[in-house]
RNA sequence: GGGCGAGUGGCGGAACUGGUAUACGCGAUGGACUUAAAAUCCAUUGGUGUUUAUCCACCUUGUGGGUUCGAGUCCCACCUCGCCUACCA
């Protein structure tokens, strides 16, 4: 082949997309009548960098689908767009001193021109960019319905704090626990941050995956992140230091004036605390009695000698306070529930509790409180207050936060004053402060006798509460405080030491065995998970294991494995040798659950869980990895979060009628030093009247993360000039859900799952059709540099398909990308390869110079059965993902073609059928100059004739005991007599088993005959 | 540590439900064309051995076992690499 011959790539593809575009031949129009078909690609970030050859491989791989589906005759909608918010570009804006809405307007506008040279058939006509106001207004609307449906709040959240960059940076902006861009150790600040409800939707995220098509590694990805697991929450209650000694457990109960009532709230606590083993003590006087007298009091410490609890109410705190200053004893804790001021004026009850001893009572107002006396024979002093008390005043409970400041003060709204007629009150609040417990979470009830210690999370509310209680408190808090100054990279960094620390003095019961277990504090156990604490059953868990061992802790084995000798099975000693078993097997050292299996309906999971229901002290749980979806960015380039922040009315949304609200230009887009967006800097924008009330009122100047955009882009491609809804209900359902979605395996956690629950939320609000966004779901590999690493500036590997095109052409670029490998997977780019496909490309071209004078039938039947081979085979291979093997596919039609002595211009159009969706370019020109009027793109996907695709005859194989020993031609149909006969004809098989004894012959039709010879 | 996936020539890779391993492409070698080079075309190209008339034999899909008439493909163990994830009880 000459020069001459050689198709110039520059001419022809140029031409073809401006008459494309010229004639809108991709643009889509909604046809009811035509079966509809979305094809979707993950719109790219315009980043400065502009295409990587990355880009076009997904694309062209989407763009073949595009095509041949149109060519059968679907309705196909194939857009583009732009993901253009996020920090990439704001960095880059802070770094030259630009706006990013200028940056990004440049940056697009390259990206166009890159993808409009690849000949890629999107529906430019429906092109949607992020940034532009018309589309994320409509982001802005969706947010407002989400967060009127109540999936939106807000909550104080530590986030990633670079402390030199002094900004707050998204997980994916952390890389190994440093600063993404100076390196700086990352630390954690707390700050207010509006949250989506994605773990509402943990469930439905789950269980739908099965009512979609995705790759099985794309499900077990959703599923492994969200990251259900079942077990039990059991309570393990801790023992009260105090009375482990000399002491018994003595409480009195001293009640109010109503002592009428007092049956209406003390008999639960009365039965639970004898339950447990306590002696209470209530006093059974009349009302007129009232116990304020000291000859009572006197009398009240006689009978209950060894007192180490008091719980009162009402009128019966001062009584109480009273009671411990006379008579200097000690007391462990003295809990009092709405609490009397003694000081207060009574008249106005005197009609209400005409029983009472008024002349007594009053004598509350002359009593002398020793305070200091009294706070030196109390340890704890605990109150419990309400809201809505109609007896006792808000400054009733300042004057004990003015004389015990030291109490710890509870306010539980709503409780009255804790003596409702109606019904007894309980305070589970209080049965905690008595005998405190905790709730763990565990996957492994079974193992509960192994259970050798509790650890606790740093962060839990238990070990504050229970202060008093322990010994070496200062220890504790030392640790609690420099493990939350650790790092995330510190404190999940496996291969150091787990570190804890004991609770000294505060000991757990095993509900199961009733043993005494010590209680750590340790910060291998997460606050955010489960209940923020764990029973620890070191032979059966590593980590519990290690650390234990560590510490010295007792390791209890309750789990044997069970032996079954099977060849396909691990050795079972390798099993029973390991220190730490943490299968499933038979129960042991467990008292009456010894011999249970731990799994199945009957075993010791559900029977354990089972017993401890019935006791109260246990309760299946299920719990998820997943958390809700952090949606504030302290960033400028985002959407504004539409709320707004009145004194008066507090959240506001603002009114529809006024978004979006608009980004505002500012100088600086530098982060502020408290962490806030640079938003809260510009004051007229941030000031604002209130939506509701007209008053003063602040916007949110919190923006949306980018997973906001592109959460729902697919749903404006069906209608993207809409300007009253964000999409039409009628081109909704008319193309959702998305038939195929091609992107990066990167974004199978976050954006799939995002975009998933932002899907789900919008059809609970009925504003889409359909339960899930996307009905297949493949993903593609990457393309790695000619070193096999991956293409990045810093390492200087990168490709740019405009080199490539500029040399090569775009139809080579896009066939060599297809044939590269198999497109899951990542391949190292090979820039010698290339000249394979250009070689291939110059073939076609030269053939189809040949076939203008060709007459229209007459070829040979070897090239006719091969064109329908790969007709099937071509179609075949798109519609599985295969392009490689397609490719290649074409490589030797074509091969054969050109060595072929007859061929007609009618076979030869059909390769270039077959071949247009690859090469667009040149199959277009060449179908033209072969004197066809109309665009090869418009034209049909040729069928194959399943007769010519069959071969007639075969090359039959005869293998000796499995090895091919020869190979003959036979009809397609060749039965095992036929074979057989041959055989004693062939002088070579009769001498290879000559002197061996025949066993058997496996007769496979139309593929081989296997002698068996000994 | 967990999850998923992959190991096939000098290289990228092919092989449908177990049935001819190495398709297709790159590279390499030799030849043709050319003053020459490029381009193009033709031939060869997994390894070893033997023979040189190119016939033949044996070996070969990370390693070691197993199932089977037959294993790149299925099972078990191990090794290596990649991606995702990470103390999730």
Redesign the pocket.
Known sequence: ???AE?YDHHLIEKKWQDKWSQDGLYVTKDDPKKDKFYCLIEFPYPSAEGLHVGHPRSYTALDIVARKKRMEGNNVLFPIGFDAFGLPTENYAIKVKKNPADITKDNIERFRTQLKSLGLSFDWSREVVTTDTEYYKWTQWIFLQLYKKGLVYQSEMPINWCPSCKIGLANEEVVNGKCERCGTEVTKKNLKQWMFKITQYAQRLIDDLDTVDYL??IK??QI??I?R?E?AEVSFKIKYPRLAGNKTKHCLIVHGVSGHRRENWFPWLKNVLQEEGWQVGVPDLPATDHPVVNDWTKALMDSFSDVSTIVCHSLGAPAALNLIQETNREIDQLIMVAPVNPLQDWKHLNKEFPHADWDAIKKFADLKFDWKKIKQNVRKVVVYYSDDDPYISPESIDFYKKHIPEASFKLLPGKGHFNERKGIIKLPELLDDLIPSVK?????PDTIFGATYLVL?PEHELVEKLKPEINNFEEVEKYIKASQNKSDLE????A?D?TGVELKGVKAINPASGEEIPVWVA?????????????A?PAH???DFEFATKYKLPVIKVIEPIIVHS?????PEIVANKSVFAGEGNLINSGKYNGLTSFGKLGAKVKIIEDLKKLGLADSSV?Y?LRDWIFSRQHYWGEPIPLVHCEKCGIVSVLEKDLPVELPKVKNYEPTETGESPLAGIKDWVNVKCPKCGGKAKRETDTMPNWAGSSWYFLRYTDPHNDKEFASQQALKYWTPVDLYNGG??H???HLLYSRFWHKALYDLKLVPTSEPYQKRISHGMVLAEDGK?MSKSLGNVINPDDVVKEYGADTLRMYEM????FA????W?T??I???R??L??VYLLGLRAKGLGVKGVDEKIKSLLHKTIKKVTEDINEF?F??A??AL??LV?EM??ARKIDKITFEKLLLILSPFAPHLTEELWLQLGNNKSIHLESWPKFDPRLVKDQK??F?I?I?????D?CLMPADVTEEDVLQYLEQSSKIQELIADKQVV?K?F?PG??L?I?VK
Do not use: C
């Not at 763990?440 to 492994?444: D, G, L, V």
């Not at 997977?825 to 190292?828: D, H, L, S």
């Not at 005991?961 to 020993?965: E, M, R, S």
């Open positions: 082949m000459s020069e050689k099985e590694k077990s990805q492994n992140w990251g697991s077990g763990i979470f565990t996957t492994r999370a404190r999940t960094d496996l150091k787990k910060d291998y156990v997460l606050t955010g998970y489960g209940t923020g604490a764990i029973m059953v868990d590593e980590r060849e396909n099975q691990p050795h719990q990895k395996m990167e199978t956690t976050l991956k044939f590269m490998g198999p997977e990542a391949i190292p090979d010698k390869g000249v394979g496909v070689r291939f110059d073939k295969r490689n093997t490719v290649s490589m030797i091969n050109q060595g075969i090359e194989v293998q005991n499995g090895k091919l020993k190979k058997k496996i496979v593929k081989l296997n068996v």
